[in-house]
């Protein structure tokens, strides 16, 4: 497979699933914006700006901060590399140029959702209202992963698509919780509402809301909400699923190429895979997450140099 | 029915005849009838929605916003009966083979230029002429795997070549899209006739790629300028057909005098490139040197025999302009054949007595550069105005060697939808050839279409549309 094409194929997949983790978080953003201020809301509306560390360029661009600017911002704003428009934007062009690997479906899928985010732009946010945009895009990100899952080969251009997925994945997820902890610590108080809620906001952020409770039953505790979102092998958007997806996906790629990356990816999993929520806790819930991130971030760079650096 | 505009009695149509509708399109004509306009216009714009939606586009350049447009697509087919295309069919394949004749000659013992057949000046000084290609010795001295010849009908509804395309021709991915759209929104036409299928041209394209080398399983590309290229489409979906990966300029190198590709297992060695770039920006080191899109080295490995190009380096010379006029001359030199088709009579200025009947005739007439393409820089004499004409009497006269001259042609009509119904357009036919080990065509090609009333252009960088043309199987004719 040529260097460039799975360079594309995997820009293709983390910049889609970029825009799905946004569309998620800002879905969950708008939801708390729309209660009482004592329940959190102003802090969840910075949580996507946080999380993408697009704080200042928002406050260059924006008088203030509420629910109608951020989702500006983040749904159709050009010059904002990290919007869904943008992401959406990139991930067609890289589709485009690789457009004879993927399927017609799948081809088909990303184009038409482009095609249909332009006009939906130029219609405005107003014309259908925020909710209903939100859900059309998370709709449109299931339907190119089914249409990729159910028509494609599931050869070398699927695992490098894969590749992008987990890894943008879990860099989300990890940010998420980080970020998550942050607010939570800083508000250190003991108002059950506002845990409440914002422990509901970060569970729904990353689509775990149902599984939560399909695993745990009783009220929502950090120590669970921790062991799902890190250690579960079952919740697809938990760091172990996701690094175990990652180390997968990397040994179904043809050749010796991702020797330094898949070791790193290894020695990772094997931590999530024997990890145990009191270590975590023991130490230190923030280091540890700056760990991962860390980790995830030398696996991406490896997978550079390995594959696209290397002939 | 959707009311049918008549055609002017002066032009050829092809469906319809002063005593009425050809026997070849007699059935879809009756099932035209039946058709209420309303479904047709649904149809026309459920084919827009798909065409846009695949993303079949063209690129048109120097737009900022929305630079890839759709082609026009017409519904109603441009129909050919299969007696007419066998002749056609063999006049292509007669063409071919002596233009390929020409470029192993001019490139070898030049035997044509010391006949005296073509002024020696023509092709040794044309902008076309690879000298880097003299004695080169391709397999099999096939130069032009590849090639696209132009047809028209004149009004008395002859056939004649008028131009032969042996760089990159384009088009074929239309061809092939039409046909798949065509099935799509009306599968009961094809249930009723005998269309002959085009669908297996990627196979034969692959097979002919493959067979132009001697490795034992040779490693095929195609070679695209990239995504901004007006054609992008086209390279994308025949590497997408054949199962060969689509390769840029920089995905490539050069060692050892082998090209190779960069891959995710390392690299690995080309054997044939599918180029769809011109000569001049194949390789920085020989060519343009400003040019990214190409590959350092590419020459020189090809020149030692370790790739092949499709088509071959130096083909131009002899699709141009003013080398035309001598196919039929070519026919007869290499293969002792009378030419099947008939090419348009030209009028060559560089000849002093051509060009004193072209400054005299210009209103009559139509000027092309020798060199252009897509329908720039030409003058359509009847169509012109004082100031053009002038224009272009200057411009014959300081540089005569640069323009050919025709008489205006009356392209063949078909009917079309256009927005006030179905009425006439100009129309022209692109079949495309393949050179392997054999000659092989699919029944059928690219028919453009010039939609605006009258015009001649169709050339889809100027608003052309296209139809599907179909070879009809035991057609009555």
């Not at chain 1, 062009?93 to 457009?99: K, M």
């Not at chain 1, 921790?226 to 040994?251: D, H």
């Amino acid at each position: 497979m040529l260097s460039r094409t799975a360079n594309s194929i995997y820009w293709m997949a983390r910049s889609l699933e970029r825009a799905e983790n946004l569309t998620r978080l800002l879905d969950v953003s708008h939801n708390m914006s729309l209660m009482p201020n004592s329940k959190g809301g102003q802090q969840e509306l910075l949580a996507p700006l946080t999380i993408t560390g697009r704080l200042d360029q928002f406050r260059e661009c924006y008088p203030q901060l509420n629910a109608e600017t951020l989702l500006e911002f983040f749904l159709f704003d050009e010059s904002n590399e990290g919007s869904i428009f943008s992401c959406i934007q990139s991930a067609r062009d890289n589709a485009h140029s690789v457009r004879d690997k993927l399927s017609s479906e799948a081809w088909e899928s990303i184009n038409a959702t482009w095609l249909e985010l332009r006009h939906r732009r130029q219609r405005g946010i107003s014309h259908e209202g925020a909710k209903s945009l939100i859900d059309w895009i998370k709709q449109r990100s299931h339907e190119f992963r089914g249409a990729a899952y159910g028509t494609m080969l599931h050869n070398n251009v699927f695992h490098f698509m894969r590749l992008g997925t987990f890894i943008e994945r879990a860099d989300n997820t990890a940010r998420i919780l980080r970020v998550k902890l942050e607010v939570m610590e800083s508000q250190h108080n003991s108002n059950h509402a506002i845990d409440f809620y914002q422990w509901n906001a970060l569970l729904q952020s990353l689509g775990a809301y149902e599984a939560y409770h399909v695993k745990y039953t009783g009220g929502l505790s950090t120590r669970n909400v921790t062991e799902l979102l890190i250690l579960s092998a079952e919740l697809p958007r938990s760091l172990r699923y996701c690094i175990g997806s990652l180390m997968s996906q990397l040994t179904a790629i043809e050749g010796d190429q991702g020797l330094a990356a898949k070791r790193l990816c290894a020695e990772l999993q094997a931590r999530l895979e024997y990890g145990e929520v009191d270590f975590i806790t023991h130490f230190g819930l923030h280091d540890y997450l700056n760990d991962l991130l860390r980790r995830i971030h030398t696996i991406g760079e490896e997978i550079h140099r390995s594959y696209w650096e290397g002939a | 029915m959707t009311a049918i505009e008549q055609p002017a009695p002066h032009l050829y149509d092809e469906m319809l005849s002063s005593e009425g509708v050809h026997p070849h399109y007699q059935a879809y004509f009756q099932w035209l009838e039946n058709t209420p306009d309303a479904s047709l216009e649904q149809k026309r714009r459920e084919a827009d929605t798909l065409f846009r939606r695949f993303g079949i586009t063209f690129n048109v350049y120097g737009e900022e916003e929305g630079t890839e447009r759709l082609i026009p697509f017409d519904l109603i087919p441009r129909i050919i009966p299969a007696s007419e295309w066998n002749q056609l069919e063999l006049g292509v394949r007669q063409r071919v083979t002596a233009l390929n004749r020409f470029l192993h000659d001019i490139y070898h013992d030049q035997e044509i230029l010391r006949a005296g057949i073509i002024p020696t000046e023509q092709v040794l000084t044309n902008q076309q002429f690879q000298t880097a290609m003299l004695g080169v010795d391709l397999p099999g001295h096939n130069y032009i795997p590849i090639t696209g010849v132009d047809l028209i009908r004149d009004n008395s509804g002859e056939y004649f070549v008028l131009e032969d395309n042996l760089r990159t021709p384009s088009g074929v991915s239309y061809m092939l899209e039409n046909r798949k759209m065509m099935m799509r929104l009306f599968p009961e036409l094809f249930l009723t006739q005998n269309v002959a299928p085009v669908e297996h041209y990627p196979n034969l394209l692959l097979e002919t790629l493959q067979s132009a080398s001697d490795a034992d399983s040779p490693c095929v590309v195609v070679l695209t300028p990239g995504r901004y290229n007006s054609a992008f489409f086209e390279h994308a979906f025949l590497a997408q057909q054949m199962g060969v990966p689509l390769v840029e300029g920089a995905d490539l190198f050069v060692r050892y005098g082998c090209v190779y590709m960069r891959t995710t297992t390392g690299p690995r060695q080309v054997h044939v490139i599918y180029r769809r770039i011109d000569d001049a920006f194949l390789d920085p080191l020989a060519f343009n040197q400003n040019s990214m899109l190409g590959v350092p080295g590419l020459l020189s490995a090809y020149r030692d025999g370790n790739v092949i190009l499709a088509n071959a380096l130096g083909t131009g010379v002899a699709d141009d302009k003013s080398i035309y006029p001598y196919v039929p001359d070519m026919i007869r030199f290499y293969l002792d054949e009378e030419p099947i088709l008939n090419n348009v009579p030209t009028w060559v200025c560089r000849r002093q007595e051509d060009l004193t009947y072209v400054l005299d005739h210009l209103e009559e007439l139509v000027v092309k550069e020798v060199h252009g393409a897509g329908g720039y820089g030409m003058l359509i004499g009847p169509k012109a105005g004082r100031e053009e004409l002038d224009k272009f009497r200057q411009l014959l006269r300081s540089n005569p060697a640069n323009y050919i001259a025709q008489p205006t042609l009356c392209l063949s009509t078909c009917p079309t939808m256009v927005n006030e119904g179905i009425a006439p357009r100009h129309i022209d036919l692109r079949p495309f050839v393949l050179s392997g080990n054999e000659i092989k065509l699919v029944p059928g090609g690219l028919t453009r279409v010039a939609l605006r009333e009258g015009s001649l252009v169709v050339n889809s960088s100027q608003g052309g549309g296209t139809k599907d043309t179909w070879v009809l199987e035991d057609a009555p004719c």
